[in-house]
C-alpha cells in the first residue's frame, strides 16, 4: 500500500541545519509529485516545498528561498529536505505528501487538496 514516512527531525539551534526524509513505498516518485509542509501549533499547514518529478520543477515558500533545498534520491524512492541556517520561526511538524497532478502549476504546488496521502510527520524545533 501507499506509505509515506518522513524522519530526520529535533532540535537544533538557530543557525543549524536538518535534512527530513520522505521515504516513499507502495508507488515510484517518477510519476508523482512531493511537496513538504509544516504545522506549527496554532497555525495552519503551509507549503515549504514540492519537486515536480516529470520537468524536475521545483518550488519553494518565499519564506525558505535561498535555506532549504528538496532532492530525491531514485534508487531510495526517496524526498530530501536540506534546511540550513535555521530559525525559530520553522519550527514545527513537517509533513511530506504526495499529489499525483503531474505536471503541477507553479500556483497549485502549495494547495492541499492536491494532496492524496501524507505521511505521519516528524517535529523540527529551533531553539536555543
Known amino acids: 500500500q501507499v506509505q509515506l514516512v518522513e524522519s530526520g527531525g529535533g532540535l537544533v539551534q538557530p543557525g543549524g541545519s536538518l535534512r527530513l526524509s520522505c521515504v516513499a513505498s507502495g508507488f515510484t516518485l517518477d510519476y508523482y509529485a512531493i511537496g513538504w509542509f509544516r504545522q506549527a501549533p496554532g497555525k495552519e499547514r503551509e507549503g515549504v516545498s514540492c519537486l515536480s518529478p516529470t520537468d524536475g520543477s521545483t518550488y519553494y515558500a518565499d519564506s525558505v528561498k535561498g535555506r532549504f533545498t528538496i532532492s530525491r534520491d531514485n534508487a531510495r524512492n526517496t524526498v530530501y529536505l536540506q534546511m540550513n541556517s535555521l530559525k525559530p520561526d520553522d519550527t514545527g511538524t513537517y509533513y511530506c505528501?504526495?499529489?499525483?497532478?503531474?505536471?503541477?502549476?507553479?500556483?497549485?504546488?502549495?494547495?492541499?487538496?492536491?494532496?492524496?496521502?501524507w505521511g505521519q510527520g516528524t517535529q523540527v524545533t529551533v531553539s536555543s
Open positions: 505528501a504526495r499529489d499525483p497532478h503531474v505536471p503541477i502549476p507553479e500556483e497549485y504546488w502549495d494547495s492541499l487538496d492536491g494532496y492524496d496521502y
